[in-house]
C-alpha cells in the first residue's frame, strides 16, 4: 500500500493532478509512492474535486503522478518519465556540489522538481512558449518540460543546473535585490550556457544588435525580460554575455565579490563598483564598445553569408529569366518582319 503523503499546499498549483489510489492497491513503480490527500471532511473533498474538475480537466484523468525522494530533492513526475526523475535525484547531489565549488555558497535546501510530459501542459504556466523550464524560488521548486529536455542544445544536466542556480541565488540574495539579468547570466555561466528557453545559438540576436548598437539597457532588464520572442532572447544573450565581460576582465573573484556584497545587503550599483571600482553604467558602456569593435561588416557579411548567397541566386535567375523573354521577343518580332 502506498504511503499517505499530505499534499503540499504550497506546490498545489504546479505538481496537478493528484493521483488518488485505492488503499488495497501497490504503486506501479518499486519505490515510488503515490501522491495523494486524505480529506478531513467530505464537504471539502467533493469541492476540492470540482475545482480541480474546472481548473485541470484535461489533466485529472491522467495516469497519475508519481513522488520520488532521495538525496535531498523529491520529484514529482508522470510514469513514463520515472528513468528521469531518477537520474535528477541520483546527479542532484554532484551538481549541488559543483554549484558549491563555483560559487562557494550552499544550497542547503529540499528542492521539489515537477516534471511535465504534456508540453500543452507547461505552456499554461509560463509568458513564452520558447521557455522550457523555470524555477520558482519562493516555493523551492523547479518545473521542467520533461519532453524538450533532451532536444538540441538542451541538456537533462544543465538545465536542472541551471534551474538550481536560480534558487542558490535567491537563497542568498533577497529576491528584490537580484536583478534578472544577473540572475540569468550567472545562472547561464555556471551551467555552460543552459538556457531556461529555446535559442538557435548559431543565429545570435546579439551579434545583430551589436553592428547597429540597439541594445536593451541592462537597467530595463531589472524586474523581468521583454515577452517578445526575439526580445527575450537578446535579453538571456545579453546577460550571459555581461557575465561573460566581467569575467573576462577580472576572473571569477570579481563576480564572486559582487555576489557576495549583494548577500550582505548591497544594492547591485555598489555591489559592482566595490567589484570592479567602476560604476554599473560605465562597465556597461565598455561592454557594448567591445562587443561594437568585435563585430566589424566582414564579420556581419559572413554571418548573413547563406542569405546573400541566396538572395543573389534569385537575383541572377531573374534576370536570366529577363533575358530569355527579351530574346523571344526579338525573335517574334523578327519572324512578323519577315
Known amino acids: 500500500m502506498g504511503t499517505t503523503i499530505p499534499f503540499q499546499a504550497d506546490l498545489s498549483v504546479l505538481i496537478n493532478p493528484v493521483a488518488y489510489r485505492p488503499k488495497k492497491a501497490r504503486p506501479a513503480i518499486q519505490g515510488v509512492r503515490y501522491v495523494f490527500q486524505t480529506p478531513k471532511c467530505r464537504t471539502a473533498f467533493f469541492l476540492f474535486f470540482l475545482f480541480l474538475l474546472v481548473l ?19 520529484i514529482l513526475f508522470e510514469p513514463s518519465q520515472e528513468s528521469v526523475a531518477r537520474d535528477l535525484v541520483q546527479i542532484y547531489p554532484e551538481v549541488r556540489e559543483e554549484l558549491r565549488q563555483t560559487l562557494r555558497w550552499d544550497l542547503a535546501l529540499n528542492p521539489s522538481v515537477r516534471l511535465v510530459q504534456d508540453t500543452r501542459i507547461f505552456r499554461r504556466w509560463v ?18 518540460d520533461a519532453s524538450r529536455m533532451n532536444v538540441h542544445p538542451f541538456t537533462l544536466r544543465n538545465t536542472f543546473k ?18 534578472r539579468w544577473l ?35 541592462l537597467a530595463s532588464l531589472t524586474r523581468g525580460f521583454p515577452r ?26 570579481g563576480v564572486l565579490t559582487l555576489l557576495q556584497a549583494m548577500k550582505e545587503g548591497d544594492p547591485v ?38 542569405e546573400i548567397l541566396f538572395v543573389l541566386a534569385a537575383l541572377m535567375s531573374v534576370y536570366g529569366f529577363i533575358r530569355i523573354m527579351i530574346r523571344k521577343r526579338r525573335r517574334m518580332k523578327e519572324d512578323m518582319g519577315e
Open 228 to 253: 517578445n520572442d526575439q526580445a527575450m532572447i537578446l535579453a538571456y544573450e545579453e546577460s550571459r554575455s555581461f557575465i561573460d565581460y566581467l569575467i573576462g576582465i577580472s576572473g571569477t573573484e
Open 162 to 179: 541551471h534551474e538550481l542556480c536560480h534558487l542558490l541565488l535567491h537563497r542568498h540574495i533577497e529576491s528584490d535585490r537580484l536583478p
Open 127 to 144: 509568458e513564452s512558449p520558447l521557455t522550457v523550464a523555470f524555477a520558482v524560488p519562493a516555493k523551492r521548486l523547479v518545473v521542467m
Open 269 to 306: 550599483e555598489d555591489a559592482v563598483f566595490k567589484a570592479y571600482a567602476l560604476s554599473l553604467g560605465q562597465l556597461e558602456r565598455e561592454w557594448q564598445r567591445s562587443l561594437k569593435d568585435r563585430m566589424s561588416w566582414f564579420t556581419f557579411l559572413s554571418y548573413y553569408l547563406y
Open 56 to 74: 485541470f480537466h484535461e489533466t485529472l484523468w491522467a495516469e497519475g503522478s508519481y513522488l520520488l525522494e532521495g538525496n535531498g530533492i523529491r
Open 183 to 217: 540572475d540569468e547570466g550567472i545562472a547561464q555561466w555556471v551551467s555552460d550556457g543552459a538556457l531556461d528557453i529555446l535559442l538557435d545559438q548559431k543565429r545570435s540576436v546579439l551579434n545583430r544588435i551589436a553592428l547597429r548598437g540597439r541594445f536593451i539597457p
